[in-house]
């Protein structure tokens, strides 16, 4: 199971719905502009405002979809990458000891 990909998708997946909706606010406001029921400058303040409260509320999203994701990947039993590299050390300690050994014989 490739997390990483996983979680990217995700993440891609709400940037993208978060790109429409603010694509969709700005065309909303331009019409009203247009329409003559909002100034330029209300229509700014507002595209602005709502786009810091997105930008705000994606960033809460995307850390809890990281703890979300960390629970589930607990859950499963994948190890996280810090024991995989301690992992990957002893590994590493105990090839070099059998070698050691096997030259040893050899001698």
Same mark, same amino acid.
């Given at each position: 199971?490739?997390?990483? $990909? &996983?979680?990217?998708?995700?993440?891609? &997946?709400?940037?993208?719905?978060?790109?429409?909706?603010?694509?969709?606010?700005?065309?909303?406001?331009?019409?009203?502009?247009?329409?003559?029921?909002?100034?330029?400058?209300?229509?700014?303040?507002?595209?602005?405002?709502?786009?810091?409260?997105? $930008?705000?509320?994606?960033?809460?999203?995307?850390?809890?979809?990281?703890?979300?994701? /960390? $629970?589930?990947?607990?859950?499963?039993?994948?190890?996280?990458?810090?024991?995989?590299?301690? &992992?990957?050390? /002893?590994?590493?300690?105990?090839?070099?000891?059998? /070698?050691? &050994?096997? $030259?040893?014989?050899?001698?």
């Amino acid at each position: 199971m490739d997390t990483s $990909n &996983l979680l990217r998708q995700l993440l891609m &997946l709400g940037v993208g719905t978060t790109s429409l909706v603010a694509e969709r606010v700005k065309q909303m406001s331009e019409e009203l502009v247009r329409d003559g029921k909002l100034d330029p400058d209300q229509a700014k303040g507002f595209v602005d405002d709502f786009m810091s409260q997105i $930008n705000v509320d994606q960033k809460a999203v995307e850390k809890q979809m990281q703890r979300q994701v /960390r $629970n589930i990947m607990q859950d499963l039993g994948v190890p996280r990458q810090s024991e995989m590299d301690e &992992l990957r050390g /002893r590994l590493d300690r105990l090839e070099r000891q059998l /070698r050691d &050994l096997e $030259n040893k014989d050899w001698r």
